[in-house]
């Protein structure tokens, strides 16, 4: 806890960071939410992902999304192009044609989402992230009877969720795959919110009991030692997901790229966020309210 100022300092930047990259970058939302084309090719031989889309951008005159789909044969491209759904797959299928002149394509489905299901997705998607914190919140204040917990809870999450949303968007122009706030982003979301969360009531229940057979003990010193004895579980729980995560991001093809590497910031996020935000918030409610 003695660290707590210089935490709130780095998460402060890091926070500032992420509001300034959403000014200047902006989100990018995926057509999930922002509406626009669908198509699944299927090829003769394997191709890459990533010289087709850098292909396509030229064409299309924006990055769309492609990622392998099913098998190795197989490509999902998404695009928002303004054009009718023929005249966008004509354009993609000439691309590639120039791409791969040589091997054979054939479409396998086509599929749009209009703009209107698109703000009802991303309204939807919003709802799902407030709504759990919300839950998230009256939990546990009923759990904890106080409200500090509570809002130390909240805090962590808002700080969890923001944070990694910022580095995707800071990200994304240096990255070497597509990376757009989608419904898969947004599951990944509340993954996190749920581990940050889970990561945070452990401490907090060490706080609880340490409470009961140290009555007299500060509560500087308590948190202190709350904390050192669940951090080994702490440490021990977030490298063995973090090492999955990682596995997954390596290996799990480039579909699941964008949503193994906003993972992999979040657990990271959650990790920090659940030593040095949460009880932090606490401590520092409790020392406004008495005075010191």
């Known amino acids: 806890m003695s660290y707590r100022r210089v935490a709130f300092i780095f998460s402060g930047l890091l926070i500032l960071a992420s509001l300034i990259g959403f000014l200047i970058m902006g989100i990018e939302y995926g057509i999930d939410f922002k509406g626009g084309k669908e198509f699944v090719l299927e090829f003769e031989k394997p191709v890459d992902a990533t010289e087709i889309r850098t292909q396509l951008t030229e064409s299309l005159g924006s990055t769309p999304e492609v990622k392998r789909f099913g098998t190795e044969l197989e490509i999902l491209i998404r695009t928002d192009h303004s054009g009718e759904i023929n005249t966008v797959q004509n354009i993609i299928l000439s691309g590639i044609n120039k791409l791969y002149p040589d091997t054979g394509i054939s479409v396998i489905k086509t599929d749009m989402v ?14 799902a992230i407030i709504f759990s914190i919300i839950v998230v919140s009256i939990y546990i204040l009923i759990r904890f009877k106080k409200w500090t917990f509570s809002a130390g809870a909240i805090i962590a999450l808002i700080h969890d969720v923001l944070i990694t ?13 597509g990376i757009q ?21 452990v401490v907090f229940d060490r706080i609880r009991e340490n409470q009961v057979f140290h009555k007299e003990m ?24 973090i090492f999955v995560i990682t596995v997954l991001f390596v290996f799990g093809g480039e579909s699941l790229k964008g949503f193994s590497f906003s993972l992999l910031i979040g657990l990271c996020l959650g990790t920090y966020s659940s030593l040095f935000i949460a009880s932090a918030s606490v401590l520092e409610f409790h020392e406004k309210l008495s005075g010191e």
Not at 114 to 127: H, I, Q, W
Not at 165 to 177: A, D, S, V
Request: aromatic letters at 6%; zero cysteines; charged letters at 15%.
């Open 114 to 127: 209009g703009p209107r299901f698109a703000e009802d997705l991303k309204m939807g998607a919003l709802n």
């Open 181 to 201: 706030v989608d419904q898969t982003i947004i599951a990944a979301f509340l993954t996190i919110v749920g581990y940050s969360l889970n990561d945070t009531v």
């Open 165 to 177: 949303l910022g580095m995707i968007t800071l990200f994304r122009t240096i990255l070497p795959f």
């Open 218 to 241: 500060d509560l500087l010193e308590l948190m202190n030692k709350s904390l050192n004895e669940t951090l080994s579980r702490t440490v021990i729980t977030s490298l063995t997901t």
